[in-house]
Nanobody
């Protein structure tokens, strides 16, 4: 019953930046680890980044390290993904997801946003 709405995608040139947002409903946002996944056409959904319930720890896929930053504002019930130095291979639909404990496997997440398209042109 956790509802997530992700937004902030768009078209950007290689080397540019985007900031994705994930707004969660309810008053239990801080009970959930928040993650970002992405899915490119013809590809399986893959892990991008995750942040713990308190925001004290983060973990990134190798493809995101050094370029992406996940954060959260529990007072606003919102998680973010700051994406810098974007590459064409980052093009995908990006989804936020929530579960009680942070993991990197998409099949273990019960709650998902609707997805937001990120397109990086060469």
């Amino acid at each position: 019953q956790v509802q997530l709405v992700d937004s902030g995608g768009g078209l950007v040139q290689a080397g540019g930046s985007l900031r994705l947002s994930c707004a969660a409903s309810g008053r239990t946002f801080s009970s959930y680890a928040m993650a970002w996944f992405r899915q490119a056409p013809g590809k399986e959904r893959e892990f991008v980044a995750v942040i713990s319930r308190s925001g004290s720890s983060t973990y990134y896929a190798d493809s995101a390290k050094g370029r992406f930053t996940i954060s959260r504002d529990n007072a606003k019930n919102t998680a973010y993904l700051q994406m810098n130095s974007l590459r064409p291979e980052d093009t995908a639909v990006y989804y936020c997801a929530a579960r009680e404990v942070a993991v990197t496997t998409p099949g273990l997440y019960r709650y998902w946003g609707q997805g937001t398209q990120v397109t990086v042109s060469s």
